[in-house]
């Protein structure tokens, strides 16, 4: 259904936008159709994404690594009531293999055999992987340069082909989408970038595992890129509200990084729409995005909780990414965003303390190591056991690295 002149189209695989207004579409769940057994989905939990079925679309051919039934983490050594979803725990280190998995089963499903995406990394390494498992070929563009080592080694691991175009991501997925309508044949190419509203489906199980874990949250807190994730997670507690199981929704609180803040400045300066830029500036890859394509799913999401969107500086994200990483949650950048923006409401007041609040860790520390190397590697040289001992026992705690010389 068109979310903003509200036409009704019929499924379709390869339907993503409006043919009256050119919105993207949103993927309905006929709730009538759905009988919930809540006792089934806990005792099947471990099985993750796909222990929801019953909310997400039919497909004859499931590809899954068992990705989804992630930890949520109480955090420890900040005051306050916040837990980290930590989506780094999906097989591929972020929570796109929650949608990926529900995007390849259809493009298996429907008998194609490649698969395209335009990426700001976690994509690709999630695409890459998912068609190696389903047995389909995977395109890959990323902007020169714009992406994180791990997530371009993961694609490459799993046997994807790459293309680089300069420029930003939104460049490389303006590409995608001309290449594709150049081909024009349906069923040999499959896109999953992020106009695919399927996708979206199965990313929406990030919010029935926080209601099956904590009930509903205060506040959901999301970094926001192109700002289909939370939407989803959004999506997937009004579709708990509208089955009768929850009476009301979390505040959806986006969070981007101020140098890539179309959505949040808008928002701010009381704006109807987005600031789009063309040259989005931050240390979080992920989210290093001008023209948020999900804006307007996103904003009515955010709208209708009664949250709102945030910006972050670079070196807040760099300093609650590190907050994270001593109490052992390992995360991208990006994911820090969450953690930075639940900080600077709990300063502003409007967050309180005692409000439980979930943010969410959206992808692995892995995936971008030179970050963290570069900001924070100090080593110490030793040349003797005694001198090795006198430090480990010093209460000192500057040093990331011990460099042994023998
Ligand atoms: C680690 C990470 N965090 C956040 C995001 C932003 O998600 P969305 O584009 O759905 O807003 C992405 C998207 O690439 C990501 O990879
Ligand atoms: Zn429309």
Sequence with gaps: MCPRCGREYEIDPYRFRCDKCGELLDAELLL???????ERIKRERWIGVWAFREFLPKVADIVTLREGNTPLLKLLKVNGNAYVKFEGANPTG????RGMTVGVSIAKSIGARYIIVASTGNTAASAAAYAARGGLTCLIVIPRGGIARGKLAQAVLHGAKIVEVSGTFDNALSLVLESLSKIGKRGLVYPLNSINVWRLEGQKTIAYEIFLDVGVPDYVIVPVGNAGNIYAIWKGFEELRRLGLIDHVPKMI???AEGASPIAKAWQLGLKEPLFTSSPKTVASAIRIGKPVNWYRAWRAVEKSGGMFITVTDEEILQAQRLLGREGIGVEPASAASLAGY???LQEGI???KDLCVLIATGHGLKDPDIILNLSYESIQVSSPEELVRIMLSEQQQTDVI????
């Design 351 to 353: 967050i309180d303390r």
């Design 254 to 256: 986006g969070v981007q």
């Design 403 to 406: 460099v042994i010389k023998r």
């Design 94 to 97: 972020s929570f796109k293999d």
């Design 32 to 38: 009538e159709n759905v009988h919930i057994d809540l």
């Design 343 to 345: 900080l600077k409401l």
